[in-house]
T-cell receptor, first 108, second 114 residues
Framework: GQNIDQPTEMTATEGAIVQINCTYQ??????LFWYQQHAGEAPTFLSYNVLDGLEEKGRFSSFLSRSKGYSYLLLKELQMKDSASYLCAPRGYQKVTFGTGTKLQVIP | SQTIHQWPATLVQPVGSPLSLECTVEGTSNPNLYWYRQAAGRGLQLLFYSVGIGQISSEVPQNLSASRPQDRQFILSSKKLLLSDSGFYLC?????????????FGEGSRLTVL
């Protein structure tokens, strides 16, 4: 089965850096996704980590430690439009399971 | 390029009525297909996935069913809706056979059961 844990809500200031953590327990691990979801919209892809380490993509970076069952998403130079839910999603065999998401509020 | 469409976008149904949500993918062959549901303020719950025509895997017991009558068509159905079926339903696809494939989501269907 899958067990995914991430904070429910976070608040950060515009221009700052925020780190959203995710721990997971899963069978048949094949990588981990991070998706962004604005209210009322479908999720959009942010990153995918297969191997341990840090993947950087512009203002967003994602880290994975497979041995620890741990990942984080790092958002730099926060903008107001980054206010959204961020979903941690490990991929197992043939399917992707999502955590409940972290609702990030960026304040001026 | 690949595209995914689902419809209807919004619907309001009475308790006990039937449901049919349809999803189609274009520009790819033999995709893995998925139905997720998101209740208000909650995370995405995987309902069904399919790796081929006629092959359906169910993740949770419920009054919903799924069918894949064609390679790129995925249908979510119910014979009698419950109040708890209200939510945001998302269809998604990924490249078949690959355990590294990104999920691509449709626009979503918002169902309100009254």
């Amino acid at each position: 089965g899958q067990n995914i844990d991430q904070p429910t809500e976070m608040t950060a200031t515009e221009g700052a850096i925020v780190q959203i953590n995710c721990t997971y327990q899963t069978s048949g691990f094949n990588g981990l996704f991070w998706y962004q979801q604005h209210a009322g919209e479908a999720p959009t892809f942010l990153s995918y980590n297969v191997l341990d380490g840090l993947e950087e993509k512009g203002r967003f970076s994602s880290f994975l430690s497979r041995s620890k069952g741990y990942s984080y998403l790092l958002l730099k130079e926060l903008q107001m439009k980054d206010s959204a839910s961020y979903l941690c999603a490990p991929r197992g065999y043939q399917k992707v399971t999502f955590g409940t998401g972290t609702k990030l509020q960026v304040i001026p | 390029s690949q595209t995914i469409h689902q419809w209807p976008a919004t619907l309001v149904q009475p308790v006990g009525s039937p449901l049919s949500l349809e999803c189609t993918v274009e520009g790819t062959s033999n995709p893995n297909l998925y139905w997720y549901r998101q209740a208000a303020g909650r995370g995405l719950q995987l309902l069904f996935y399919s790796v081929g025509i006629g092959q359906i895997s169910s993740e949770v017991p419920q009054n919903l069913s799924a069918s894949r009558p064609q390679d790129r068509q995925f249908i979510l159905s119910s014979k009698k809706l419950l109040l708890s079926d209200s939510g945001f339903y998302l269809c998604a696809w990924s490249v078949t056979g690959a355990n590294t494939g990104e999920l691509f989501f449709g626009e979503g269907s918002r169902l309100t059961v009254l």
